[in-house]
C-alpha cells in the first residue's frame, strides 16, 4: 500500500505560484507513474500532470507552459511548480499512482488563487 501526503497549497493572487509537494510511504515509489490531480467545487477530479518512473512527462491542456511536476526518487516526493496560476486553477488538488489506486487517496490540499 502507498500513502501519499500532499502539502503546499494556499491562497495566491492570480499570476502567482505555489509548489505543491507530496511525500509517498512504500518501497514501490521509484517503479509508478506518478501523478497530479485536481477537483474543483462540483467538478470530476481531473489528471493534470503525470510522470513515469523513467521521467515521461505528460500535461493536460489546461496547465501545460505553466505548471511542472517532478520526482525525487530519493526522498519519495513528487513536486507540482505552479506558476501564472488563474482563478480556474482553484481547487484541492491531489496526488496519486497513474492510474490512481482507490486507498492511496490522501486529504489533498487547497489550492485558492483569487482575481
Known amino acids: 500500500q502507498v500513502q501519499l501526503v500532499e502539502s503546499g497549497g494556499g491562497l495566491v493572487q492570480a499570476g502567482g505560484s505555489l509548489r505543491l509537494a507530496c511525500a509517498a510511504s512504500?518501497?514501490?515509489?521509484?517503479?509508478?507513474?506518478l501523478g497530479w490531480y485536481r477537483q474543483a467545487p462540483g467538478k470530476q477530479r481531473e489528471l493534470v500532470a503525470a510522470?513515469?518512473?523513467?521521467?515521461?512527462?505528460n500535461y493536460a491542456d489546461s496547465v501545460k507552459g505553466r505548471f511542472t511536476i517532478s520526482r525525487d526518487n530519493a526522498k519519495n516526493t513528487v513536486y507540482l511548480q505552479m506558476n501564472s496560476l488563474k482563478p480556474e486553477d482553484t481547487a484541492v488538488y491531489y496526488c496519486?499512482?497513474?492510474?490512481?489506486?482507490?486507498?492511496?487517496w490522501g486529504q489533498g490540499t487547497q489550492v485558492t488563487v483569487s482575481s
Open positions: 496519486n499512482l497513474d492510474p490512481p489506486l482507490r486507498q492511496s
Open positions: 512504500g518501497s514501490i515509489f521509484s517503479f509508478v507513474t
Open positions: 510522470i513515469t518512473s523513467g521521467g515521461r512527462i
